[in-house]
């Protein structure tokens, strides 16, 4: 069966620190990938995504992604966050042709002024 | 385009009562999902519609659970005599059939708590 893992329940990081948030999978087909971003008392919001080619991809507000096939990996960065960016990520995949996703726990992010 | 919307963002009912919450998806899209999340958990995969067709169901919809989107529009969630396990965070995405059908847009949720 398909699994994502999020290895961090929470990450707490100085303002303008970099971060990384971590994410595997276990898939034996191709898929694809997601990260989505949670605001306190928001939708679900979809920060960037894998599909094919590159293995660096950028997404919304300043973060990127990459994808490390070997290692079954797709880690979130970004090199220097902001207060604004508390909130909770989410690493997704999908692999069939329903496109359901499947989802890790969850990394909320805190950000210590 | 006013994105997916739900309805009622919140619900309190008491055990054995039956609820129902209602989804809008993007106008132009042909797919719908259902999720539950509890809480420090991410979302579960409840159902799926392409237009009107129920497609897929997930083990966790229970027989009490049961989801209808008349004429490939808006959708529906009931849960019948709620438990307290069934609160939770429900939501609701939907996503083109062409182009981008891998890129769900998610709605507000609905939040349910059963006392």
């Known amino acids: 069966a398909q699994s994502v893992t999020q290895l961090d329940s929470q990450v707490p990081v100085f303002e303008e620190a970099p971060v990384e948030l971590r994410c595997n999978y276990s898939s034996s087909v191709s898929v694809y990938l997601f990260w989505y971003v949670q605001y306190p008392n928001q939708g679900l919001q979809l920060l960037l995504k894998y599909l094919s080619g590159s293995t660096l991809v950028k997404g919304i507000n300043g973060f990127e992604a990459e994808f490390n096939k070997s290692q079954t990996s797709f880690h979130l960065r970004k090199p220097s966050v902001h207060i604004s960016d508390t909130a909770e990520y989410f690493c997704?995949?999908?692999?069939?042709?329903?496109?359901?996703?499947?989802w890790g726990a969850g990394t909320k992010l805190i950000i210590k002024p | 385009d006013t994105g997916v919307s739900q309805n009622p963002r919140h619900k309190i009912t008491k055990r054995g009562q039956n609820v129902t919450f209602r989804c809008d998806p993007i106008?132009?899209?042909?797919?719908l999902y259902w999720y539950r999340q509890t809480l420090g958990q991410g979302p579960e995969f409840l159902t799926y519609f392409q237009n009107e067709a129920q497609l897929e169901k997930s083990r966790l919809l229970s027989d009490r659970f049961s989801a209808e989107r008349p004429k490939g529009s808006f959708s529906t969630l009931e849960i019948q005599r709620t438990e307290q396990g069934d609160s939770a965070m429900y939501l609701c995405?939907?996503?083109?059939?062409?182009?981008?059908?891998?890129?769900?847009?998610f709605g507000p949720g609905t939040r349910l708590t059963v006392t």
């Open positions: 997704a995949v999908t692999m069939d042709s329903n496109y359901q996703l499947i």
């Open positions: 995405a939907s996503s083109p059939s062409r182009g981008t059908p891998y890129e769900q847009y």
């Open positions: 106008s132009e899209h042909n797919r």
